[in-house]
């Protein structure tokens, strides 16, 4: 238990030594912490901008923050919302008449509430770049016509990117403007959000950035492409720093005015969004584009967590608030193992600044009788692994099967095998690095079978048993 009558310093000291010992063991070139409480703030930055042409990162180094930008594209539709110009349940076939989806029943059903809470079921990863030119977006949203159902419209939560393909296109209807320059007009600009950029945008690149990095072998390399395209700008392009990131979130966490006292948005409409819509399974509740998760029960206060992390090629992010706390932590890396840095950070800011930790759950061992109707093959486009049974537990042999950042890149190396846990009827928990302390769950057909299995967010139907 650490002392409580720890200073501000002292905690943010900690938290950093913390940081600077995970980088030193998983190699992680660079990264960015920002943090603030109560009206004080802190940042720091570490190590190199990148392995080739390196400069020191600082607190104003920039990085791709990935998925985080869904949470940006979320709160320009409810600026919509509050002005009017678009309804959540209305179905997107009203704005986009010539839109087309795979499944008929869902081509007329889908409405911007779906999209907003990943509820829209069908394989929601693709990526293309559709060039730098304005119609980037629209081409993508044509394609996404082409990707299989895989639940009922509605019926579960998995995480999906293209659905926010669709969201930034209809900004762009709704608007009449590019994405970018919609989300600069309406959000960036009014909240002072002054090193937050799209690319391409060569403002951007006059300002010191960092490369992504990735490990092949055990030799850590600089990851190209490092651009994602601009039809996912709206998806996960937000190019940022953490100072910029703390003013965001302290936007959220406030009455819908900015910091120089401009009336921006209702903060009835900001608290909408941190409402839990659907069950996220092991990565908590969402609301609209923010996940939400609690502390271990039985503790003093129940404090709720607001958050998203983001990915890139080689780079990875999260951001978390507590408005209870008037807290908000923030932290950017340059590297793809820095996936386990970002897990680690909210437990650590809740044991160092609250005394507080995340649920634990007991796991328990099956025999293997038990384990065999978990046991096969999943599969999606971008993603597969198949589970064997040993000791009681689930094996995870990941598959790498390509396709991001573009249709044709190639395969990643492997990731390591992962033993998961049972901790509950249906759900695992991730023993082993990159994987620990991820929750997962098994959802069932009508017969009961194990039908899917929800990893990294995303629910892989069982192709064999």
């Known amino acids: 238990m650490l002392p409580l009558e720890m200073l501000p310093d002292q905690q943010f000291q900690l938290l950093c030594e913390r940081i600077r010992a995970e980088m030193k063991r998983l190699k992680i070139p660079g990264a960015a912490l920002g943090l603030a409480l109560n009206g004080q703030e802190f940042s720091a930055g570490f190590g190199k901008t990148s392995l080739e042409h390196p400069l020191p990162v600082t607190p104003e180094t920039l990085f791709q923050a990935g998925s985080i930008t869904k ?37 007329k059903h889908l409405t911007t509430r779906h999209l907003l809470t990943h509820t829209g079921g069908w394989i929601g990863d693709y990526f293309e770049t559709f060039g730098d030119g ?47 320059r919609a989300a600069r007009e309406l959000l960036l600009e009014p909240l002072g959000l002054e090193m937050t ?15 992504g990095h990735k490990k092949v072998g055990k030799k850590v390399q600089v990851a190209r492409p ?7 700008n709206c998806v996960g392009g937000i190019i940022t720093s953490v100072r910029d990131l703390l003013r965001y979130a302290h936007f959220h966490m406030g009455n819908g005015t900015t910091a120089a006292g401009q009336a921006l948005m209702q903060a009835e409409t900001l608290a909408a969004m941190r409402v ?22 039985g503790q003093a206060e129940d404090l709720q967590i607001y958050g998203h992390g983001g990915a890139t090629n080689g780079q990875q992010a ?15 890396t340059n590297s793809d193992e820095g996936g386990i840095l970002t897990d680690k950070l909210l437990q650590w800011v809740l044991e160092i600044y609250f005394g507080a930790a995340l649920p634990s759950p007991t796991t328990v061992q099956k025999t293997e009788e038990e384990l065999t109707e ?6 999606l486009p971008l993603s597969s692994f198949e589970l064997s049974a040993e000791n009681g537990i689930l094996r995870c042999k990941d598959i790498p099967r390509g396709g991001f950042p573009t249709p044709d890149s190639p395969p990643n190396p492997p990731e390591p095998d992962v033993r998961f846990a049972f901790y509950d009827t249906d759900r695992v928990i991730g023993l082993d690095e990159p994987r620990l302390g991820a929750r997962c769950e098994f959802l069932r ?15 892989h139907p069982k192709i064999s048993g």
């Open 445 to 459: 057909d009508a017969n009961g079978q194990i039908s899917l299995m929800r990893l990294g967010g995303r629910l």
């Open 197 to 211: 950029f799209f690319f391409p945008n060569d403002i951007m690149i006059t300002h010191r950035f960092v490369s």
């Open 71 to 107: 949470t940006f594209t979320g709160t320009l539709l409810m600026r919509l919302v509050e002005q009017g110009r678009l309804e959540l349940d209305t179905p997107i076939r009203k704005i986009l008449p010539k839109f087309k989806m795979s499944d008929h029943e869902v081509e």
């Open 318 to 332: 999260a951001l978390h608030f507590i408005p209870q706390k008037n807290f908000v932590v923030a932290l950017l």
């Open 276 to 297: 839990p819509q659907v069950d996220a399974g092991g990565r908590g509740q969402m609301g609209l584009t923010w996940f939400i998760r609690h502390t271990a029960p």
């Open 374 to 379: 978990y046991t096969g093959r999943y599969d």
């Open 134 to 180: 304005d119609d980037a977006l629209q081409k993508m949203v044509k394609r996404i016509r082409k990707l299989p159902q895989i639940t009922p419209l509605g019926q579960a939560w998995s995480y999906n990117n293209t659905g926010f393909n669709l969201a930034g296109r209809i900004i762009e209807i709704v608007t009449g403007l590019p994405y970018e």
């Open 226 to 232: 490092w651009a994602i395209g601009r039809a996912g």
